[in-house]
């Protein structure tokens, strides 16, 4: 019996410790899922306002609704074409295709595409979270970090803004990678290490700007991973690669080398695709670009801190940074660097958090100027965790050398994800239209000529000419300030835009001195030489038309809308063999446009020369025109009707002028109108329509 009382003491023992231990799992559980509803309600309930906001006026347009590819939605050739050709002046193969699978899902409502940012960044919060556990064993510092990255109000612009969604799309991807990470330090596998490389690619075809991420996973082998240094870690060190030889840290770097090839390979393929845009603009002087980017790590900080004054859009302070603000700004980095490599041991935190804020930041802060911005709120959306794990984990060890902080912590925190989530609720409700958003960004940023001229462009849609004329204006007297090259092709479009404004409201001549302006700041402009051609038509000026839109197609030789103006001025000279040709390339440039089609039908079916016209030819084409157009199109039914007369389908020929003379009545076309009665009364005698002209 004495040998028996131990065995049933330590099975009660054991019994216990197993009851405890699965209520310890329980409470975890319980307190882990607790966390993932808690993220994504302040997520939801920042950016949810965002379903109900429209597309903006700031490359929504290159990414999804004047883009026919993205708006034809999830197809074989768009997904061939994602892969192969660059989309918006970036090669981003799977942030095209999402896309195009949102256009697939919700057409061009806006909505659902800003539901689909809200959803990516709801992931990639949540992915955080579970990283940073996975990596800490710290759920509650987790959580912080991951509450800090939901509702930051500079991430406003990477969520709220459809075009951004290269950043949430390649968060999901990052942070998926640095969970395959985590899983592969704790036991490598080649399997492992493959879905690591597989996961970075996809990161990389979502958002180049994640090339250091190789470097950021050598800052985690650091901390917390902890595969440098000889703690004993649920995580392994690299096996040396050469006989015992080589280091942990060199096993480390050689571990990441195809990493860093693939890092490689998206430089290079970014950098190609970014030069041969069309409209690449010339670099700003190094010194000016070393100097905004060394200031612009301290602006980040200041906006971490103090996030007031927001806008989607920050002029480049080109040369007029005072020396000692540059001096100042490195003297701190320097400073901050030298602290965190010093305080390594004691806080690793503030070495791998540092170090990833920087190195992050590199692919984007200017260095390599892209646009004339001088920084961006998006481009924190990642680099920013590093702040945050300083901060998170740096007041923490604060707290645990001052006991009764606690109290004062557990007020002070949430007082400040509230006030963070309530000014990040502010910022995003901006980003509703393109008309608020550009007005704050005046009203929080000076001399913002894009502000001005992406307001211009606004006006020009409601019809407000004299206001749109005001923008442009002052757009162009900003920049008349910027006399550096890099700002020419900028400069141009804004003369351009101001020329085209002062065209629509009756004033040529003024027009055509900003016309010429244009021209003058960028003579390779084929826009300015396309859109001063049409005013010269106007004006009754073929030949000056027709060498303009000639220059046009020397610089364009692909300008589908060129080649078309360039048939009609050949047609009003009687040019019609010319103006055909002109026709049928606009036709295979451009397959969806109606007007090329209708413009060939009318020659081939009234033309008096019996030699160019082809009755079969004719129909065919009006036919496709007017299905193109949906049938609204007055002038394209009325081409249809004369194509039909030509090959003596009369009866068609009637209903089809009628259709046209009606709708051109209830668009308030009455010449047009006219011109189809007159017509009516051939066909309704048999006879087909002879014109030298398009008519109205």
């Known amino acids: 019996m004495a040998v028996r009382h131990p065995i049933v003491n330590n099975s009660k023992r054991q019994a ?44 929504d347009d290159l990414y999804v609704y004047d ?77 912080l970090v991951a509450a800090l990255f939901a509702v930051h109000p500079l991430h406003v612009e990477s969520v709220a803004w459809v075009s951004e969604r290269k950043d949430v799309l390649s968060a999901v991807f990052f942070f998926l990678m640095l969970s395959a990470y985590a899983r592969y330090a704790r036991a490598p596998s080649t399997g492992r290490y493959l879905l690591v490389g597989a996961l970075f690619a996809a990161g990389l075809m979502s958002k180049a700007m994640l090339v250091t991420a190789p470097m950021i996973l050598l800052l985690l082998d650091y901390w917390p991973v902890r595969r440098t240094a000889r703690h004993k870690t649920k995580f392994k060190a690299p096996t040396p690669v050469v006989s015992g030889q080589s280091s942990a840290v060199s096993s480390l770097i050689l571990e990441k080398l195809s990493l860093l090839a693939l890092s490689t390979g998206a430089c290079v393929v970014t950098f190609v695709v970014q030069q041969r845009a069309v409209g690449a603009i010339p670099p700003l002087p190094l010194s000016w670009r070393v100097e905004n980017a060394v200031v612009s790590y301290l602006i980040y900080i200041w906006q971490t801190l103090w ?103 557990a007020v002070t925190v949430p007082l400040v994800i509230f006030a963070l989530a309530a000014t990040a609720f502010i910022q ?25 001229n992406n307001l211009g462009y606004l006006c020009i849609d409601s019809g407000q000419l004299d206001k749109a004329i005001s923008h442009f204006e002052a757009a162009a007297m900003i920049r008349r300030g910027k006399t550096n090259k890099h700002y020419n092709v900028g400069s141009a479009f804004v003369e351009m835009n101001l020329a085209d404004a002062l065209a629509r409201k009756g004033e040529s001549d003024e027009a055509m001195v900003h016309y010429q302006q244009a021209i003058n700041l960028e003579p390779n402009y084929g826009d300015a030489y396309y859109n001063r051609g049409n005013l010269l038509l106007a004006k009754g000026k073929i030949d000056d038309a027709i060498a303009d839109w000639e220059k046009t197609l020397q610089l364009q030789p692909n300008d589908a809308d060129a080649h078309t103006c360039l048939g009609n001025a050949l047609f009003r000279k009687g040019s019609l063999n010319e103006a055909i040709a002109h026709y049928e390339t606009a036709l295979a440039l451009a397959p969806e446009d109606p007007r090329s089609r209708n413009n060939l039908a009318w020659i081939l079916a009234t033309s008096s020369d019996g030699k160019i016209r082809d009755a079969g030819k004719a129909v065919e084409f009006a036919q496709q025109a007017v299905a193109i157009s949906g049938g609204k199109e007055p002038q394209f039914l009325r081409t249809l009707a004369a194509a039909y007369a030509e090959s003596g389908r009369f009866p068609e020929s009637i209903a089809a002028a009628q259709q046209a003379a009606m709708i051109a009545n209830m668009q308030g076309k009455p010449r047009l109108a006219n011109n189809v009665e007159k017509d009516l009364l051939l066909y309704r005698a048999s006879i087909p329509l002879r014109a030298n002209s398009f008519g109205d």
Not at 117 to 132: E, Q, R
Not at 321 to 340: K, N, S
């Open 67 to 143: 883009s026919p590819v993205i708006k034809a939605g999830l197809t074989i050739n768009g997904i061939l074409l994602a892969f192969t050709s660059p989309h918006a002046r970036n090669w981003h193969p799977l942030t095209t295709i999402s896309h195009m699978l949102d256009c697939q899902l919700w057409g061009l409502e806006a909505g659902g595409h800003h539901v689909t940012n809200l959803f990516l960044h709801t992931i990639a919060v949540l992915l955080l979270f579970t990283v940073l556990r996975q990596m800490t064993g710290a759920l509650w510092k987790s959580a």
């Open 307 to 409: 996030p007031r004054r927001l806008a989607a859009f920050y002029p480049h302070p080109n040369d007029t940074l005072a020396l000692w603000q540059v001096i100042l700004a490195t003297g701190l980095l320097l400073a901050i660097t030298v602290i965190a490599v010093v305080f390594r041991t004691k806080r690793p935190y503030l070495f791998t958090g540092w170090l990833w804020y920087v190195l992050m930041l590199v692919p984007v802060i200017g260095l390599v100027q892209v646009g004339e911005q001088g920084h961006a709120d998006r481009y924190t959306y990642l680099p920013h965790v590093g702040l945050f794990l300083i901060v998170v984990w740096g007041v923490a060890d604060v707290i645990q050398a001052r006991r009764f902080s606690w109290r004062v912590a």
């Open 428 to 452: 995003t409700s901006y980003w509703r239209d393109g008309e608020t958003l550009w007005t704050h960004a005046l009203a929080v940023t000076s001399d913002n000529d894009f502000a001005h």
């Open 16 to 59: 216990r410790d197993r009851t405890s231990e699965s209520l310890r799992s329980r409470r975890t559980r319980s307190l882990t899922i607790a966390v993932y509803l808690a993220l994504t309600a302040i997520t939801v309930a920042v950016f949810g306002q965002a379903a109900r906001h429209q597309f903006v006026n700031f490359d």
